[in-house]
């Protein structure tokens, strides 16, 4: 079954512990993309990777983490830096030029 | 840097109408223009998109107008019906992929 893929799709954390959301595609897609959505919001992007063992920081960096050592994954760490992690997160993928981005069904983590 | 701005945030229609759903980019770069449907609780899926080599594209209910000279892009939907009830999302590419803020639409029957 060919997609993108997230998980957990829940995800509850304690203050002051990183946590690791996984992001595998199998679409052979180049780009990578992580966004943050939070109620009534828009898309933000916090990081980008275009090829694998690079990656850009988005708008929203700060707090969070990456990193691309292979092209089917993208983890993404979301540190105890992060002052407000509680969020909808979103993960996508693409063919670089202009193409269809697929996403991720999403994980949503609270802080409790 | 790059800033996509999508106006209104909110529209309510009657079954029937029309809407029209706006955005603006920043980035000259930007090539591609894609729109997203996305569903209570789900995620966003791609409902259609043009390129900069094109002005309009229409799919059935649904088009789309890009003006590069004025960096403008819109989504017009006609004959809307309860099921296009949901947030859409703007998008433009350049080197990123950057959405615009959401339009929660909302079709009254």
């Known amino acids: 079954d060919g997609g993108i893929t997230q998980s957990p799709k829940y995800l509850f954390r304690k203050e002051g512990q990183n946590v690791t959301l996984s992001c595998e595609q199998n679409?052979?897609?180049?780009?990578m993309y992580w966004y943050r959505q939070d109620p009534g919001q828009g898309l933000r992007l916090i990081y980008y990777?275009?090829?694998?063992?690079?990656?850009q920081k988005g708008d929203i960096a700060e707090g969070y983490s990456v990193s691309r050592e292979k092209k089917e994954s993208f983890p993404l760490t979301v540190t105890s830096a992060q002052k407000n992690p509680t969020a909808f997160y979103l993960c996508?993928?693409?063919?670089?030029?202009?193409?269809?981005?697929?996403f991720g069904q999403g994980t949503r983590l609270t802080v409790v | 840097g790059e800033n996509v701005e999508q106006h209104p945030s909110t529209l309510s229609v009657q079954e029937g109408d029309s809407a029209v759903i706006k955005c603006t980019y920043s980035d000259s770069a930007s090539n591609y223009f894609p729109w997203y449907k996305q569903e209570l609780g789900k995620r966003p899926q791609l409902i259609i998109d043009?390129?900069?080599?094109?002005g309009e594209k229409k799919d059935q209910r649904i088009a789309v107008t890009l003006n590069k000279t004025a960096k403008h892009f819109s989504l017009h939907i006609t004959e809307t019906q309860p099921e296009d009830s949901a947030v859409y999302f703007c998008?433009?590419?350049?080197?990123?992929?950057?959405f615009g803020q959401g339009t929660e639409l909302s079709v009254k029957p």
């Open positions: 990777s275009q090829i694998v063992n690079d990656f």
């Open positions: 998008a433009a590419v350049g080197g990123k992929l950057i």
């Open positions: 996508a993928s693409k063919w670089e030029r202009d193409t269809e981005a697929f």
């Open positions: 679409l052979n897609h180049d780009a």
């Open positions: 043009i390129r900069s080599n094109v």
